[in-house]
C-alpha cells in the first residue's frame, strides 16, 4: 500500500494545506483591520469624542444612567447617577404604580481661535420606569438631587411596615 502513495505526494498536500491556513489567517486579519477601520470613528460620527479626548466635564452623556434601588423597614430608596445633569433637567413622576425618572441634556459649545472655529452640539436623553410595590406612600415621597446624583425616598405606609414579617430560619 505504501508504493501506492508515493512520499513526496504527501509532503505537497501538507504544504497545500499550510498555505491554505495561512491564507485563511490572512483573510481574517483583513476582515479585523476592515472592520476596525469601519467602527473606529463610529463613536465620533453620532457626536461624541473619543474616549481618551473626553474629559468628564464635557462628556455629553448618552444612554440610560447607572440606579440603584434599595429597601429600608422604612422606605424604598432609588439613586440614580447623572453627572452634568441639573435638578431643572430632570423630571420625576408617579402615575398609578409607575415611577418614571426622566432626564434631557443639551450642550453647544463654540470655541473661536486665530484660525479656527469650533462648533459642537450634543443631545441626550433618557427615560426609566420603575414599578412601585404596594404599599408606598405616594403622597411623602421625597426627591433630593446633590452632586449629580438623585435620591428618592419613597416611604412605605405604616400598613405595610407592619405586614413584614421575618421568617426564624431553623438548621437542621
Do not use: C
Not at 131 to 142: A, C, I, S, T, Y
Request: charged share 40%; hydrophobic share 30%; net charge negative.
Amino acid at each position: 500500500m505504501k508504493d501506492l502513495i508515493p512520499w513526496r505526494k504527501k509532503e505537497e498536500s501538507v504544504e497545500r494545506v499550510r498555505d491554505q491556513g495561512e491564507q485563511l489567517s490572512t483573510l481574517q486579519r483583513r476582515m479585523n483591520h476592515l472592520f476596525d477601520d469601519f467602527f473606529a470613528d463610529f463613536d465620533t460620527f453620532f457626536g461624541e469624542r473619543p474616549f481618551h479626548v473626553m474629559r468628564p466635564a464635557e462628556n455629553p452623556w448618552f444612554g440610560s444612567p447607572n440606579f440603584e434601588v434599595s429597601e429600608t423597614d422604612e422606605e424604598f430608596r432609588v439613586k440614580a447617577e447623572l453627572p452634568g445633569l441639573d435638578e431643572k433637567d430632570i423630571e420625576v413622576t408617579i402615575d398609578r404604580d409607575l415611577l418614571t425618572v426622566k432626564g434631557e441634556k443639551r450642550r453647544e459649545q463654540e470655541e473661536k481661535k486665530r484660525n479656527y472655529t469650533l462648533s459642537e452640539m450634543s443631545y441626550g436623553q433618557f427615560s426609566r420606569t420603575f414599578p412601585l410595590p404596594d404599599g408606598v406612600d405616594r403622597d411623602n415621597v421625597k426627591a433630593q438631587f446633590k452632586k449629580g446624583v438623585l435620591t428618592l425616598n419613597l416611604p412605605k405606609t405604616e400598613q405595610a411596615k407592619t405586614q413584614q414579617k421575618r421568617i426564624e430560619i431553623k438548621a437542621e
